[in-house]
């Protein structure tokens, strides 16, 4: 099928890529002409495991190509994928005007029937605005549907290529075949098709990401309870979720969640809310908590020096907001970083892959190291902010003997407070009964 999508973001060059794969041919669109320019050369501009791969493959057997001529991509595919930034506004709701400009352009040069998709996550009503908006600009036949995307960063072509479930709204039996037939590789194993109306689909991604955002607050704030009545939250954690009814996933307390989903997403279906004249109380401590769980980690670092951290050297393993990823929006780590950066600390950082992110960020303000047993040499402390799997099993004996006091806030929870203590080490999880000091 020829298919085309709009934005080479983290969205759109993996649903780009991916729909090549299985045979379909595919332009992907984006105004950056800097970023085409390396995409056509086969080098990805997000780090996501697996990705480079099947970019360089499709390019290679020219079932994908990259263009800044949209009116090219919409003549040349029956169905036109939107994978467009809608950053947060001041007051949490979703950006528009990229998507809606591309649909008034759309409607402009479309010359026969179109299926135009939403894969961003938009606020309910947005596929209505997308159809008026077209509607005014063509006299072809198009339909406009919902599909929104549920891809976890770092494990993202995995979760295209084999969905747990496919969300199509569309009113349209035309579209609908269409898609269906799109999406047919990638649920041969049975996972569902799930259809509904546009606004409901649209509801669905809010929905999915605000209860995993429920998720991890609520654990956070057990695991504070925990803290103070001497329970641990790493056992809490399994006997919960031993109940099938609540699951194990996300249950693991830390320093709170990050990324550009959660927090956008959590405060987009907020402000919709709010906008329809209901106040939505959960979410709204969902992300007070979010933000109050990072300040609390920061309080726990200065408490251990008698709160004065001034000329403390801090070494921060971990930058991006989770592992397997270089992507650092609203990571942990930053918010930890310029709190302790204020109190008069010296910054020493190390991540697997976010260097280079991690630099335009924060520029000469920290001191960065390729090496993770470098950045802890000289150390008063070491935070473990991402759980990368590199830092999982490191030389605490070596460790030991390049900090200046071996002292370890561990942010996710992923080491073994008694083993820390067997080592010499003074520890801090989260929730946990701190084990060394």
Not at 42 to 67: A, M, V, W
Not at 411 to 435: M, Q, S, T
Request: hydrophobic content about 40%; glycine content about 8%; charged content about 25%.
């Amino acid at each position: 099928m020829k298919l085309s999508v709009i934005g080479t973001g983290y969205v759109g060059l993996v649903v780009g890529t991916c729909l090549a794969e299985t045979g379909n041919d595919v332009i992907c669109v984006d105004v950056d002409e800097r970023k085409l320019e390396l995409l056509k050369k086969g080098i990805s501009p997000i780090y996501e495991p697996g990705l480079t791969d099947l970019l360089r493959k499709n390019l290679h057997e020219q079932r994908l190509q990259f263009t800044t001529d949209l009116p090219y991509a919409v003549k040349n595919s029956e169905v036109i994928f939107l994978a467009l930034p809608t950053p947060p506004a001041e007051d949490g709701s979703a950006d528009l005007q990229h998507v809606l400009d591309v649909a008034k352009n759309i409607g402009r040069v479309m010359d026969g029937y179109k299926v135009i998709v939403n894969k961003s996550t938009v606020p309910v009503g947005t596929a209505e605005r997308v159809r008026a908006l077209i509607a005014v600009e063509t006299t072809h036949e198009f339909d406009v549907v919902s599909n929104p995307e549920f891809l976890k960063e770092g494990a993202a072509v995995n979760d295209f290529m084999k969905p747990d479930r496919v969300v199509i709204g569309t009113r349209s039996p035309r579209a609908l075949a269409l898609m269906q037939d799109i999406s047919a590789p990638f649920i041969r194993t049975g996972n569902p098709v799930i259809l509904m109306d546009e606004r409901s689909a649209e509801v669905t991604k809010y929905a999915s990401n605000a209860f995993l955002a429920t998720k991890i607050s609520f654990m956070n704030e057990l695991a504070n309870v925990c803290e103070k009545v001497g329970a641990d939250i790493d056992s809490v954690r399994k006997g919960m979720g031993s109940d099938p009814r609540i699951g194990p996933q996300f249950l693991f307390a830390g320093i709170g969640y990050g990324g550009s989903c959660f927090p956008k997403d959590v405060r987009a279906l907020l402000n919709t809310s709010a906008s329809n004249g209901y106040s939505f109380k959960v979410l709204a401590s969902v992300d007070e908590v979010n933000k109050s769980q990072r300040e609390r980690f920061v309080e726990k670092i200065v408490t251990h020096f008698n709160g004065n951290v001034k000329g403390k050297t801090i070494t921060i393993w971990g930058l991006s907001f989770k592992p397997n990823t270089d992507d650092m929006r609203e990571a942990p780590a930053l918010t930890i970083i310029e709190r302790l950066l204020a109190a008069g600390a010296r910054i020493h950082a190390h991540d697997p892959v976010g260097m280079e992110e991690g630099k335009k960020r924060l520029g000469t303000t920290v001191t960065f190291f390729d090496n993770n047993y470098e950045a802890v040499t000289g150390a008063d402390a070491l935070v473990v902010a991402t759980e990368w799997n590199e830092f999982r099993r490191p030389d605490f004996d070596r460790m030991r003997t390049l900090m200046k006091t071996p002292v370890l806030f561990d942010g996710r929870n992923i080491y073994d407070p008694a083993r820390l203590a067997e080592k010499g080490f003074v520890y801090y999880g989260i929730g946990r009964n701190r084990a060394g000091s």
